[in-house]
C-alpha cells in the first residue's frame, strides 16, 4: 500500500564519473599556452610584411591579405600577420600527430577557410587574438580542432571536425568571450566543446556527439548560451547565468548535469532523451530553472540532491522511473508540470519548504510521494489514475496538502504512514479504489475542508495491532458522501484513540461510520455540536431539535457504540448540514482551528474520566 522509495547511493557515482573525467583530462592538458613554435625546417610562416617563408610552398598571394593553397602542405604554419584570409581550396594540410597546423599569438582577424586539416596536435590554435573567422573546414584526426586561449570574437561555422583523439576535444575555449560556435558538425572520443572560464559565447545550430558521451562542457563560465544543438550531454560544473534552451539531445547516460555550486542557469525548452540515466540532474547547486523541458528518462526526468533555490517548472516528464527527484533539498519549486506513465511521479525525500503546485499528475504508477520531509506545501495540483495518489511516510511533518484534485487512482488518495502535524484541506478527493484520505500510526494531523466522495473508504484512521495508535487527529469540516464507509476508525482491536470528528456531513454512505471501539470524540460542545448524519431519521424517528439550536436530541452511535457508548456518540448530531467554510486563505484554518480549541479542550477534560473506564 505504501510506496518505499529508495534507490541507494549507486548513482551518485555513475552520474558525474563522465564529467570529472572531462575535469580531469581539463588538468592534464593545461599546459602554457603561449605559442612558441620551434623553427624546426619544414615549418612555414606568413610573416608581419605579408611573404611567405619559404617561398615554395603551395601558398600564394598577390595583395598580402588572401592566401591560397594550390596544394597540399606537410608542414605546420605559423602566422604573425593580422588581417589576413586563409583559403585552402580543399586542400589537405597534413601532420604526424605532433605541432599545430596553423597557431599564432597577438595577432587579429585571421580567417581559415576550406581547409582539410589532418592528423595535428591541434588543427587551430590561437592565443591572445579575436575577430577570428574559421568557416567550412575539415578537421580530422587531431588531437584538438580548435583551441583558443584569452581569444574574444571568434566566429566558428560550418566546420565538421571528427575523430579527435581520446585527449582532445573538438573545440576548446579557455577565458574567452563573446564568440560564436555554429552550425558545426563535432564528432570526439572525449569531450566535443570544452569551454573553461569563458563568458557571453554563443553555441548554436551544431551537431554534437561524443564517444564517451559528453557533448559539451562547460567550468567556472558564465553568460553563455547553447541553444538549437543535436547534442548527447551538457555539463555544467561551478557556471552561472547560463542558457541551455532547445537543444535535442539523445544520450545514453545523463543528458543535462549541473554541479559544483553552479547557480543561475536557465535549462529550458530542450527535447531530451536519456535511455539509462537521467534528463537532468543538479547536484549541489542553487538558483537554477529547469524549465519548459520535453524529457523522456529511464531513471529520473529531473533529479536534484542537496539543492536550494531551483525552479522545476512547465516540463512534459515521461516514462521515467521517478518523474522528479529531490533528496536534501529545500526552498525549491515544482510547478506546472505535466507528469505521465512515471512508476513515482514526484519523490521528496529529506525536503523541506517545498512548494509542488499546479502540477498534472496522471497515469503514473504512484502519483506522489514524500519522505522524512516537513514544511512542504502540496497544492492545486491534478493528481488522477495512478495507483497512490498522494503519500506521506517516515516522520514527515508540517506538511499541507492543499486545494488539490485527487481523483480516480486505483489504491488510495491520499495515504500518511508514522507522520504528524501534517493537514489535509480544501481537496476534491473522489472515485479512488480503496481509500480517500488514510491515517497508520499517525498523530496530530489534521482533514479539513475536504469534499470526499465516492471512494470506498472516505477516511480512515488504523494502526498496528496489538502495539502503536493512531490518535490526536481531527477529521472537520468535510463532505463524506456516497462512499462504501464513510470514516472507518481501526480495525478489530487495533488502536485508535483520542481523535476529534466534527462538523462533516456524513451523506449516504453505505455504512457512514465504523470503528474499533477505543475512546474518540465526535461533536464539540454544545451548541457547537457534532456531525450531520443523513440516515439519522431513520435510525432515531423520534428525536426532536434541541430548543431551535439546529442539534438533536439523541446521540448518534456508531457501529461500536452499543459496547461502549461514550466512546463513539455523536452526543449533538446536526440537523441540517453544516456549511463547510472556504479555506482558501492559509490563515484561515490555524484561525479556525483556535476558535474551537477551546471547546475541544473542555471536551476532552469533561469526559477523559470515562477513558479508562470503557476500553475494549
Known amino acids: ?38 623553427k624546426a625546417s619544414g615549418t612555414i610562416y606568413i610573416r608581419a610584411d605579408g611573404n611567405v617563408e619559404p617561398s615554395t610552398v603551395n601558398i600564394t598571394t598577390t595583395d598580402f591579405v588572401t592566401y591560397n593553397f594550390i596544394g597540399n602542405i606537410y608542414d605546420s604554419i605559423v602566422i604573425e600577420k593580422s588581417n589576413i584570409v586563409i583559403d585552402g581550396n580543399s586542400y589537405v594540410i597534413q601532420g604526424t600527430q605532433m605541432g599545430n597546423a596553423f597557431s599564432w599569438s597577438d595577432i587579429n582577424n585571421v580567417t581559415i577557410r576550406n581547409t582539410n586539416i589532418r592528423q595535428f596536435s591541434c588543427a587551430i590554435c590561437a592565443n591572445r587574438s579575436l575577430d577570428n573567422v574559421f568557416s567550412g573546414n575539415v578537421m580530422a584526426q587531431n588531437d584538438y580542432g580548435i583551441w583558443l586561449n584569452s581569444c574574444s570574437s571568434n566566429s566558428i561555422s560550418s566546420n565538421n571536425i571528427t575523430e579527435n583523439s581520446i585527449s582532445g576535444a573538438c573545440a576548446r575555449f579557455d577565458s574567452c568571450s563573446n564568440s560564436t560556435i555554429s552550425g558545426n558538425d563535432m564528432n570526439s572520443y572525449a569531450v566535443c566543446v570544452l569551454l573553461q572560464h569563458s563568458t557571453g559565447n554563443n553555441v548554436r545550430d551544431n551537431n554534437i556527439a561524443s564517444t564517451h558521451e559528453i557533448g559539451m562542457s562547460l567550468v567556472s563560465c558564465s ?67 529547469v524549465s519548459g523541458n520535453n524529457i523522456t528518462a529511464a531513471e529520473n526526468g529531473v533529479w536534484l540532491v542537496s539543492c536550494s533555490t531551483n525552479n522545476i517548472s512547465n516540463n512534459n516528464i515521461t516514462a521515467a522511473e521517478n518523474g522528479i527527484r529531490l533528496i536534501s533539498c529545500s526552498q525549491s519549486s515544482i510547478t506546472g508540470n505535466n507528469i505521465i506513465g512515471c512508476s513515482l511521479a514526484v519523490s ?169 471501539g477505543w475512546y474518540n470524540v465526535w461533536n464539540l460542545n454544545y451548541p457547537l455540536g ?46 441540517a448540514p453544516y456549511v463547510i467554510p472556504e479555506f482558501s486563505s492559509p490563515l484561515v484554518l490555524p484561525f479556525f482551528m483556535i476558535v474551537t480549541l477551546a471547546a475541544v479542550i473542555a471536551l476532552r477534560r469533561k469526559q477523559a474520566k470515562c477513558r479508562n473506564n470503557h476500553q475494549p
Open 1 to 38: 500500500m505504501f510506496l518505499a522509495v529508495a534507490k541507494g547511493e549507486r548513482k551518485l557515482k555513475k552520474l558525474f564519473s563522465g564529467m570529472m573525467f572531462a575535469m580531469l583530462l581539463a588538468s592534464i592538458l593545461a599546459f602554457a599556452f603561449d605559442i612558441e613554435p620551434a
Open 348 to 516: 521528496l525525500d529529506s525536503c523541506s519548504n517545498i512548494g509542488v503546485s499546479s502540477n498534472v499528475i496522471t497515469h503514473n504508477l504512484n502519483g506522489m510521494f514524500l519522505t522524512s520531509c516537513s514544511n512542504n506545501s502540496v497544492s492545486d495540483n491534478n493528481i488522477t489514475n495512478n495507483s497512490l495518489g498522494v503519500g506521506l511516510g517516515s516522520s514527515c511533518s508540517s506538511n499541507n496538502i492543499n486545494g488539490n484534485n485527487i481523483s480516480s487512482n486505483d489504491d488510495i488518495g491520499v495515504s500518511f504512514y508514522s507522520c504528524f502535524d501534517n493537514s489535509v484541506s480544501g481537496n476534491s478527493i473522489s472515485s479512488n479504489g480503496d481509500i480517500g484520505v488514510s491515517f497508520y500510526s499517525c498523530f496530530d494531523n489534521s482533514v479539513s475542508g475536504n469534499s470526499i466522495v465516492n471512494n470506498h473508504v472516505g477516511v480512515q484512521l488504523n494502526s498496528p495491532y496489538p502495539f502503536g495508535d493512531c490518535y490526536n487527529n481531527s477529521v472537520f469540516d468535510n463532505d463524506i458522501t456516497n462512499n462504501y464507509i464513510g470514516i472507518y476508525l481501526g480495525y478489530f482491536l487495533c488502536k485508535v484513540s483520542g481523535n476529534i470528528i466534527y462538523h462533516n456531513n456524513f451523506i449516504n454512505n453505505t455504512s457512514q461510520a465504523l470503528t474499533s
Open 530 to 575: 457534532g456531525n450531520y448524519w443523513s440516515d439519522y431519521k431513520t435510525k432515531y424517528p423520534n428525536a426532536s431539535e434541541i430548543d431551535a439550536s439546529g442539534i438533536w436530541n439523541t446521540p448518534y452511535v456508531t457501529n461500536n457504540a452499543d459496547m461502549y457508548p461514550l466512546n463513539n456518540a455523536d452526543m449533538y448530531p446536526l440537523k
Open 223 to 289: 553568460n553563455n548560451i547553447v541553444a538549437s544543438n543535436d547534442i548527447d550531454s551538457i555539463v555544467l560544473t561551478s557556471s552561472s547565468s547560463n542558457i541551455v534552451s532547445c537543444n535535442s539531445m539523445n544520450n545514453s547516460d545523463s543528458c543535462i548535469a549541473l554541479q559544483g555550486n553552479s547557480s543561475g542557469n536557465d535549462i529550458s525548452n530542450n527535447n531530451i532523451i536519456s535511455r539509462n540515466y537521467d534528463g537532468v540532474s543538479i547536484a549541489s547547486c542553487s538558483n537554477n530553472s
